[in-house]
């Protein structure tokens, strides 16, 4: 049997997963990331993730794929771009192959998702998928006819960093007024925390039951931007189906209020393009990466 081992490096937890050859998940564990102890402790917690894995199949024959935040940078084989930022300039593919003297794909986390979304899930139905991450950051990746196009520069979907005020808030990235410091958990939770000066999760916020006359002026900001971030994909990629994913992805109001206000700036007199909920839950960042090991 052709086992298939996925590890998904996320901005809070790293996670695995063992695939048979009909991708059914055999076995999914996870544990910390806990990225304030620095890059070292990470590459522990992914070597002690990946052996529980092969453990769990004895060391039998397997691929594997790793998504992570962020890109290998074709000049230098460093990774970049990533918001867990102390694994940035690292050879990070070459630490892993050497750690576990086996070849290994890394891939972006959200054109993970974007794929298992595109095989097994909620855009299997659909020839062009674009699947969004709305978590920690904001991530986004294309697939079409069932395989992923990363681009040249293995920049395609990172809509995240895409500029929609040129005069807001610092990114990490470098720029200002990203949508990723809009419309991820991190943004949203900056947002409140300064104009609140509350602390409270993002999704915890979005799911209030009431909310007084400031929170809900920032809830109201915060689907225009969904609307405007989004429609600008739809505007210039059309899409045939957005797939949402992240902890921000069960709000449900993103798929009729958030849709009306993407559905505002779409340039088209009739849209229709369906957002849907993720069917994979948390799973589909870890079977993406399963899906593009070698």
């Known amino acids: 049997m052709a086992y298939k081992i996925g590890i998904d490096i996320g901005g809070t937890k790293i996670e695995s997963a063992v695939l048979d050859s009909q991708n059914n998940i055999l076995f999914r564990e996870r544990v910390s990331t806990e990225s304030h102890f620095g890059s070292d402790h990470i590459l522990n917690q992914i070597s002690i993730i990946y052996n529980m894995a092969a453990d769990s199949i004895n060391r039998e024959i397997h691929t594997l794929g790793v998504g992570t935040p962020g890109s290998i940078s074709k000049k230098t084989n460093f990774l970049q771009n990533s918001n867990t930022q102390c ?7 070459l630490i892993l192959e050497e750690r576990f003297n086996k070849s290994l794909v890394i891939e972006n986390d959200a054109n993970c998702f974007t794929l298992a979304e595109a095989i097994l899930g909620a855009g299997k139905k659909y020839e062009f998928v674009f699947g969004v991450i709305m978590g920690t950051g904001c991530g986004g990746g294309f697939v079409m006819d069932k395989k992923l196009r990363p681009g040249p520069q293995h920049l ?39 104009n609140l000066n509350l602390e409270i999760s993002a999704s915890d916020f979005l799911n209030k039951d009431q909310h007084n006359k400031e929170e809900q002026a920032i809830l109201n900001n915060f689907y225009k931007n969904f609307g405007v971030a989004l429609s600008n994909i739809v505007n210039i990629i059309d899409p045939d189906v957005i797939v949402l994913g992240g902890g921000l992805s069960n709000h449900s109001a993103l798929y009729n209020i958030g849709l009306d206000r993407v559905y505002d700036n779409i340039f088209c007199d009739d849209p229709n393009i369906p957002i849907l909920k993720n069917n994979l839950g948390d799973s589909s960042g870890v079977v993406g990466a399963a899906l593009i090991g070698i």
Do not use: A, F, Q, V
């Open 87 to 93: 694994l940035n300039g690292l050879p990070l593919k």
């Open 156 to 194: 395609s979907g990172e809509w995240g960093h895409s500029i929609i005020n040129p005069d807001g808030p610092n990114c990490y990235c470098g720029k200002r007024g990203c949508i990723e410091t809009y419309i991820s958990g991190g943004g949203l939770e900056r947002i409140i925390k300064d």
